[in-house]
T-cell receptor, first 117, second 115 residues
Framework: GAVVSQHPSRVICKSGTSVKIECRSL??????MFWYRQFPKQSLMLMAT?????????EQGVEKDKFLINHASLTLSTLTVTSAHPEDSSFYIC?????????????FGPGTRLLVL | AQTVTQSQPEMSVQEAETVTLSCTYD???????LFWYKQPPSRQMILVIR??????QNATENRFSVNFQKAAKSFSLKISDSQLGDAAMYFC????????????FGKGTRLHILP
């Protein structure tokens, strides 16, 4: 149980285009999902907290107009990188808390590697 | 603000031996959760073990166990009988009791297993 998927697993795009990354909780309902960014050999950096049916809460320094987050259902959150530039190239990871799970654990997706040319 | 510190950027251990990864944290809260996550080369984050601060008993999960010292704010991970598959980046993490609160990660310790 508590499986989180991400799609796509890797994407290459041209500078100036937008890229959408999906995060799905496959076997549980996730009222809250988190989006992280991870640079090579570094820890995870939280970008935003996404609550179903409401606006995402962004961390300081993260541009909300650049990284659009939508959490339209209890099993799906999307991150759209708008007008992507090479500096947006990174590894993006989502996680979700399991609603029936009382153990307050975040379950992570496998990540999406974004390369902007 | 809470912080998590992992002072060992890299460690190595001989296969079948035991290794301990260190983690200290700082918080003013009395109840919270602590985690160890493993990130292998696939980069999938895997929960290794979790500890509730209100529990005095150290958490154990097969070959993985923790030494939780609440007063010292220390949370080390012991891996017994190390296996090649244990090679990964290990992150210590802290979370408050609120399920919607963010996790605070340490910088990680890269563990190498020597055959």
């Amino acid at each position: 149980g508590a499986v989180v998927s991400q799609h796509p697993s890797r994407v290459i795009c041209k500078s100036g285009t937008s890229v959408k990354i999906e995060c799905r909780s496959l076997d549980f309902q996730a009222t809250t999902m988190f989006w992280y960014r991870q640079f090579p050999k570094q820890s995870l950096m939280l970008m935003a907290t996404s609550n179903e049916g409401s606006k995402a809460t962004y961390e300081q320094g993260v541009e909300k107009d650049k990284f659009l987050i939508n959490h339209a259902s209890l099993t799906l959150s999307t991150l759209t990188v708008t007008s992507a530039h090479p500096e947006d190239s990174s590894f993006y990871i989502c996680s979700a808390t399991s609603q029936p799970d009382t153990q307050e654990t975040q379950y992570f997706g496998p990540g999406t590697r974004l390369l902007v040319l | 603000a809470q912080t998590v510190t992992q002072s060992q950027p890299e460690m190595s251990v001989q296969e079948a031996e035991t290794v301990t990864l260190s983690c200290t944290y700082d918080t003013s809260e009395s109840d919270y959760y602590l985690f160890w996550y493993k990130q292998p080369p696939s980069r999938q984050m895997i929960l290794v073990i979790r500890q509730e601060a209100y529990k005095q008993q150290n958490a154990t999960e097969n070959r993985f166990s923790v030494n939780f010292q609440k007063a010292a704010k220390s949370f080390s991970l012991k891996i017994s009988d190390s296996q090649l598959g244990d090679a990964a980046m290990y992150f210590c993490a802290y979370s408050s009791m609120n399920r919607d609160d963010k996790i605070i990660f340490g910088k990680g310790t890269r563990l190498h297993i020597l055959p």
